[in-house]
């Protein structure tokens, strides 16, 4: 696709399955989220880079005019991009000597205690200028894209100083002024208690609440706030601090929650109406109401417990069957999940979570939208929302889990502009024309 111009009429047709996720304007809770709303052989009429309509080719042909540019789905799947609720796409260097560590036997935690994990990554992060970070998160950008992610949520936490945080932030912006990735940025100074201040966190949390927040809010470079509530890390009581001053900053709130010990995060998100609580891998039942009542959405990230090479999933079951709106992303980051695929994080949910794979679409779409507050403009294809959608090289949506190690993803466009194209191995452009047409 070469058009760049914005205000083009395009008409995506031959879609075997348009996969739309119309249904209520809310997140979708329960039964809702096992229906997927999808239109065979159906037709997406775009304009100004917003949806103007989706319906069956053969109901709405009459209405592509002459001034529609007309994009061949070649009988594949179509579906809204994926919308990653949680990642860490902003860092310095990898940490794959920590990965063949655990493989020799050594944990997450006693990596951490030797010095390790989060903080060696704070060290790079900080040693890296701001174009360097910015160089390497556009190389991830291009992996979110290629894996069918047309949004991701960006959280800082590898500078935990205020300049180098500022510095995250700043990257983020840029992020979402320089690719076609949308980013929306988060604000996680209280990843970790940085080394300056070991043995003094409630001084360094006095640093985020004091000086960090009012600098973060003046730039206006944070809609969210998290923090890692977790043993070792902050407690239940440092987390309410940083959380409260963020909200009475009006960002809102999400929570590193119970992912490698039950530390009480999920019924603390619940207390203070957070928006999401993320990781959740040790939520016991009162969690899980708590949660419930207050509205919370879970936010699971099956992909670190994978690549930390653990066995305890969430219960994204029983969260799904408390009527809880389930969420599902990544968890990017050079530790606990160096996995930017959202068709791995789908296989895991239905293989390791068993959750269905409309269940699992719905997570990490409309769902995901909803929980960054942009269900109104992401997550399914109806009429007024962005135009980021994704032909995938498949004949059944589920294929795009099912077959894991290969990306399905053909084209994909934001705002109706095509932002990537797969290529064959042989360097040559992709024959536009997929093998399913019917
Ligand atoms: O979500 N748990 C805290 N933060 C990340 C890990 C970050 C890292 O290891 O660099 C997580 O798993
Ligand atoms: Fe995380």
Known sequence: MTNNDASRLLAVVNCRQLVTLSGAARPRTGADMRELAIIENGALLVRDGRIERTGKYDEIKSLITPDYEIEDAGGGVVMPGFVDAHAHPVFAGTRVDEY??????????EIRAAGGG???????????????LLIAA??????FLRGGTTTIEAKSGYGLTIEDELKMLRVIRRLNDETA??????????????????????AYVALIVDEM???????????????????????????????????????????????????????????????TADHLEHTDADGIEAMRRAGVQPVLLPASVYALGLSRYPAARRMIDAGL??????????????????????SLA????????????????????????????????????????V????????????????????????????????????????????????
């Not at 063949?100 to 935690?109: F, L, N, S």
């Not at 556009?138 to 992996?143: F, H, T």
């Not at 960054?372 to 109806?382: F, M, Q």
């Not at 294929?399 to 109706?416: K, N, P, Q």
Request: proline share 4%; hydrophobic share 40%; with cysteine.
């Open 391 to 438: 032909i995938h090289d498949c004949r059944d949506y589920r294929e795009i889990a099912y077959f894991v190690g290969i990306e399905s993803t053909h084209t994909v466009f934001v705002r109706g502009q095509c932002v990537f194209a797969a290529t064959t191995t042989g360097g040559e452009s992709h024959d536009r024309t997929l093998s399913h047409a019917t």
């Open 118 to 132: 989060i903080l060696s990554t704070v060290g790079r992060t900080r040693a890296a200028s701001e174009d360097e």
């Open 100 to 109: 063949e560590q655990r493989a020799g036997g050594a944990t997450y935690q």
């Open 138 to 143: 556009k190389r991830y950008a291009n992996w």
């Open 213 to 275: 927040l009012p600098r973060v809010l003046a730039e206006n470079l944070a809609e969210y706030a998290d923090a890692f509530c977790e043993d070792k890390v902050f407690t239940v009581e440092q987390t309410r601090r940083v959380l409260l001053a963020a909200r009475r900053h009006n960002l809102k709130l999400r929570l590193h929650a119970d992912q490698l010990t039950l530390g009480g995060g999920a019924c603390l998100a619940a207390e203070l109406r957070a928006t």
């Open 181 to 202: 990735l949308r980013y929306v940025p988060t604000f996680l100074g209280a990843h970790d208690v940085p080394p300056e201040y070991e043995n003094h966190a409630a």
């Open 350 to 389: 239905s293989t390791q979570m068993k959750m269905t794979c409309a269940e699992a679409v719905t997570a990490c779409t409309v769902n995901a939208a909803y929980s960054l507050n942009r269900g109104h403009l992401l997550g399914s294809l109806e009429a007024g929302k962005f135009a980021d959608f």
């Open 325 to 346: 709106a389930v969420v599902l992303a990544t968890d990017f980051n050079p530790g606990s999940s160096p996995v930017p695929s959202m068709p791995m994080v789908l």
